[in-house]
């Protein structure tokens, strides 16, 4: 069974599936489901999709790393990750690979997590913590790692305006125009339905506080907050400098905020 999963329009990842479980696939396609294309040919001009035969098994045996962290090696085109409950070795040069996780959504959504945040980086994109908002034009990000309030800012809205409360993709366009991307990747909320695209109009670094402030953030303090929530995990100068480049141009194209906020803060006073 083949599973094509795109985000941000051009970012695919083909999940070939051979299994006896009677769960996974079923879990598989409820989690996918707003971003599962079908076996059409994609256009010649598109990107060339991630090729990955995926199986799955108990714990990863032998793998480097404790608990939730994830090895990462990079070595002659080849790119390999792993955790205690998956591993993946991808081909960069012909994007195949091949992956072993635990039989259950989570293990499988964590490894579409690394993957995907390793394939947007040569797009001109990043997978960003964040909580996105959508209105009819634009979108709003909150941004910050587990604990900031993300999931607390997105409960404020409607269902159907939120692109994650977790992980939302940021790519550029023709390196002028930022724009976000619904993602399969949630937090505390349940997953919401629907696969949004909005320009970025104001993105917001967030920090609760007692009373509600807000203050512009400079050009440096933007990359630099911006490189710090970024999903992101193989040091390698080449990739680095292409998330460097990104975060440099993206802070560029909208206008970025300190954004002190009290729980009990309400939608309508968030600028967005």
């Known amino acids: 069974m083949k599973y094509r999963i795109c985000l941000g329009k051009d970012l695919r990842v083909i999940l070939s599936i051979k299994t006896e479980n009677k769960a996974i696939i079923p879990a598989i396609k409820e989690r996918y489901r707003d971003f599962l294309e079908s076996a059409s040919p994609v256009r010649a001009c598109a990107p060339k999709p991630l090729q990955i035969d995926l199986g799955f098994s108990g714990k990863i045996d032998n793998c480097p790393v404790a608990g939730h962290e994830v090895a990462v090696t990079l070595k002659n085109n080849v790119l390999f990750f792993a955790r205690n409950d998956f591993a993946v070795e991808i081909n960069t040069k012909k994007m195949t690979g091949s992956a072993q996780a635990s039989a259950n959504i989570y293990s499988v959504d964590s490894l579409l997590r690394v993957i995907f945040s390793w394939l947007s980086t040569g797009r001109g994109g990043f997978l960003i913590h964040s909580a996105g908002i959508a209105s009819v034009n634009h979108a709003s990000l909150?941004?910050?790692?587990?604990?900031?309030?993300?999931?607390?800012?997105?409960?404020?809205?409607?269902?159907?305006?939120?692109?994650?409360?977790?992980?939302?993709?940021?790519?550029?366009?023709?390196?002028?125009?930022?724009?976000?991307?619904?993602?399969?990747?949630?937090?505390?909320?349940?997953?919401g339905s629907g696969n949004l695209e909005r320009k970025i109009n104001r993105v917001y670094f967030l920090n609760k506080a007692p009373a509600l402030k807000m203050e512009q953030t400079g050009a440096g303090e933007t990359v630099k907050k911006l490189l710090a929530n970024t999903l992101f995990f193989i040091r390698d100068k080449k990739i680095s400098g292409k998330i460097l480049e990104t975060a440099v141009r993206t802070a560029k194209t909208a206008k970025f905020y300190n954004l002190n906020f009290p729980k009990n803060v309400k939608a309508g006073e968030l600028c967005i």
Request: hydrophobic letters at 40%; zero cysteines.
């Open 142 to 191: 909150f941004v910050g790692k587990t604990g900031a309030g993300k999931s607390t800012i997105a409960k404020k809205f409607a269902r159907k305006r939120i692109l994650s409360d977790e992980l939302v993709l940021v790519k550029l366009k023709n390196n002028k125009t930022s724009f976000a991307y619904s993602t399969p990747f949630w937090g505390e909320l349940e997953q």
